[in-house]
């Protein structure tokens, strides 16, 4: 290497040191952040345990044919009130009414040798076995007329229950069997809900609701809500009776049915939603879910000190109740994090603290705390 190009080196080194410092010094002078923080609060609010349900009427019968036939008439609609033994359904008799004329002929010769035997008898001029005999045929045939006639009736097919007529699929002219369900009517004055839980849920629910015994449980656990498949809550509750008590094997849940007032009718047999059990936060650190973020299936916020520095640090959620998250474990009331920008932010970096109020954010997700 000549001396020209050494002296070149030597220049070209000190021009690359002189701009790192002054970069380095820029970014030192770079001012901090501003970002948005609050201060944690105690609070105590009310969340919801939610599980898919099914709706039956009260009562619920299914409405059969007891002979097969072709429906000649239907004498109802679906969603009408109908009353026990009130007639919905009439088939095809015609074919049945030749047959019971016929059976009722047979009857008739089988009476008149009944009655022309029966002196022959008394004065011993025959013996009495012609006389049994013809009784017996007499019997068979009223029997065979009382058949036909039972199954003339059975063509008219009456309500088992008082109640509303659900859907029905067949109408004039189709061919119908004891097989087929025809309609269902239902009483829904009152519905009832079934549903499950986990065995957890299930013990956990035991846990918190006063009583010594099941059914003392029972009568103290709170009233529950209905949310509908459109997202709207029913406007009346209902309340938990019965509960089956035991896990089912295959799929590890226990058995609950509530009974709903349905005073309008709103709600129908074969509905479906989600029944909203109330669950009560009694004074729990609360803060918004835009204050964390997560990693490999973790959850952070970040905690900001005294001097202004974020710290990452690591929270359990015991609950969501809509955009609150009710924390467990991590941070404390009173203590101050990051409420929005995390994603600008580092482990350990300075920021320029701007206190949010809690109850201006509170306000602006628009949640009330008891």
Same mark, same amino acid.
């Given at each position: 290497?000549?001396?020209?190009?050494?002296? *070149?080196?030597?220049?070209?080194?000190?021009?690359?040191?002189?701009?790192?410092?002054?970069?380095?010094?820029?970014?030192?002078?770079?001012?901090?952040?501003?970002?948005?923080?609050?201060? #944690?609060?105690?609070?105590?609010?009310?969340?919801?345990? &939610?599980?898919?349900?099914?709706?039956?009427?009260?009562?619920?019968?299914?409405?059969? =044919?007891?002979?097969?036939?072709?429906?000649?008439?239907?004498?109802?609609?679906?969603?009408?009130?109908?009353?026990?033994?009130?007639?919905? *359904?009439?088939?095809?008799?015609?074919?049945?009414?030749?047959?019971?004329? @016929?059976?009722?002929?047979?009857?008739?010769? =089988?009476?008149?040798?009944?009655?022309?035997?029966?002196?022959?008898?008394?004065?011993?001029?025959?013996?009495?076995?012609?006389?049994?005999?013809?009784?017996?045929?007499?019997?068979? @045939?009223?029997?065979?007329?009382?058949?036909?006639?039972?199954?003339?009736?059975? @063509?008219?097919?009456?309500?088992?229950?008082?109640?509303?007529?659900?859907?029905?699929?067949?109408?004039?002219?189709?061919?119908?069997?004891?097989?087929?369900?025809?309609? &269902?009517?239902?009483?829904?004055?009152?519905?009832?809900?079934?549903?499950?839980?986990?065995?957890?849920?299930?013990?956990?629910?035991?846990?918190?609701?006063?009583?010594?015994?099941?059914?003392?449980?029972?009568?103290?656990?709170?009233?529950?809500?209905?949310?509908?498949?459109?997202?709207?809550?029913?406007?009346?509750?209902?309340?938990?009776?019965?509960?089956?008590?035991?896990?089912?094997?295959?799929?590890?849940?226990?058995? *609950?049915?509530?009974?709903?007032?349905?005073?309008?009718?709103?709600?129908?047999?074969?509905?479906?939603?989600? #029944?909203?059990?109330?669950?009560?936060?009694?004074?729990?650190?609360?803060?918004?879910? =835009?204050?964390?973020?997560?990693?490999?299936?973790?959850?952070?916020?970040?905690?900001?000190? =005294?001097?202004?520095?974020?710290?990452?640090?690591?929270?359990?959620?015991?609950?969501?109740?809509?955009?609150?998250?009710?924390?467990?474990?991590?941070?404390?009331?009173?203590?101050?994090?990051?409420?929005?920008?995390?994603?600008?932010?580092?482990?350990?970096?300075?920021?320029?603290?701007?206190?949010?109020?809690?109850?201006?954010?509170?306000?602006?997700?628009?949640?009330?705390?008891?």
């Amino acid at each position: 290497m000549n001396k020209f190009s050494f002296v *070149f080196l030597i220049v070209l080194m000190a021009l690359f040191q002189s701009c790192s410092e002054g970069e380095t010094k820029n970014v030192g002078m770079r001012p901090a952040p501003s970002i948005p923080i609050i201060e #944690i609060p105690s609070r105590t609010l009310t969340g919801y345990d &939610t599980y898919p349900t099914s709706l039956e009427g009260v009562v619920s019968s299914s409405v059969r =044919a007891k002979v097969s036939g072709y429906i000649i008439q239907v004498m109802v609609d679906e969603g009408q009130a109908v009353k026990k033994g009130q007639s919905l *359904f009439k088939l095809e008799t015609q074919s049945l009414n030749a047959d019971a004329a @016929a059976a009722k002929a047979n009857v008739e010769a =089988a009476k008149v040798d009944v009655d022309k035997l029966k002196p022959l008898v008394e004065k011993g001029i025959i013996g009495g076995v012609q006389l049994k005999t013809a009784e017996a045929r007499y019997n068979q @045939a009223m029997a065979t007329y009382n058949s036909i006639s039972a199954n003339i009736a059975y @063509a008219t097919i009456k309500s088992p229950v008082s109640g509303h007529v659900g859907a029905i699929p067949y109408r004039e002219g189709a061919l119908v069997s004891p097989s087929d369900p025809l309609t &269902t009517v239902s009483q829904v004055d009152n519905v009832f809900a079934f549903f499950s839980m986990n065995e957890k849920e299930y013990l956990n629910m035991l846990q918190v609701t006063k009583g010594e015994t099941l059914d003392d449980k029972l009568k103290n656990m709170s009233e529950v809500e209905l949310e509908l498949v459109n997202g709207q809550i029913y406007s009346l509750k209902g309340k938990i009776k019965t509960v089956t008590g035991q896990v089912n094997p295959t799929t590890g849940t226990v058995s *609950f049915r509530a009974t709903f007032p349905n005073p309008n009718r709103l709600l129908a047999h074969g509905n479906s939603g989600r #029944i909203r059990i109330p669950k009560t936060y009694d004074n729990k650190p609360i803060i918004p879910e =835009a204050s964390i973020y997560e990693q490999q299936g973790k959850t952070y916020v970040y905690k900001v000190g =005294a001097d202004s520095v974020v710290t990452e640090a690591l929270i359990e959620i015991g609950a969501k109740v809509g955009p609150l998250l009710v924390v467990d474990e991590g941070i404390e009331e009173g203590d101050k994090i990051v409420y929005q920008g995390i994603d600008k932010l580092r482990d350990q970096m300075k920021i320029a603290p701007r206190l949010v109020p809690f109850d201006n954010v509170a306000g602006k997700l628009k949640v009330a705390f008891k």
